[in-house]
């Protein structure tokens, strides 16, 4: 199995950074994608931010050129860094990496145990 742990959360004042980080346990065999997640009370999880195996990114529009998603492969590591926060990027945000365990194995999304966000000031 494959835990992700997640760091970085806390309360920030309207505009300010935070910077989150994932690391797992475990690499995987081979990985298709690794990314970052929010829920906020009342709503759906959506997506914020991916980086996919080729290297290339996708941001949800709410915070194309605030957040920039990154990785480090060898620490197992995926980061989230965050500018300009708004009050409405208060949210518990979630580690997600998809991939393939071991060869032969089928893709499964690992998810992890989630960061709050809190934009207030």
């Known amino acids: 199995q494959v835990q992700l742990v997640e760091s970085g959360g806390g309360l920030v004042q309207p505009g300010g950074s935070l910077r989150l980080s994932c690391a797992a346990s475990r690499k995987l065999f081979s990985t298709n994608a690794m990314g970052w997640y929010r829920q906020a009370p009342g709503k759906q999880r959506e997506l914020v931010a991916v980086?996919?195996?080729?290297?290339?990114?996708n941001y949800a529009d709410s915070v194309k050129g605030r957040f920039t998603i990154s990785r480090d492969n060898a620490k197992n590591t995926v980061y989230l860094q965050m500018n300009s926060l708004k009050p409405e990027d208060t949210a518990v945000y979630y580690c997600?990496?998809?991939?393939?365990?071991?060869?032969?194995?089928?893709?499964?999304?690992?998810w992890g145990q989630g960061t709050q966000v809190t934009v207030s000031s």
């Open positions: 997600n990496v998809r991939g393939w365990l071991v060869p032969g194995s089928q893709i499964t999304d690992y």
């Open positions: 980086i996919i195996s080729g290297g290339s990114t």
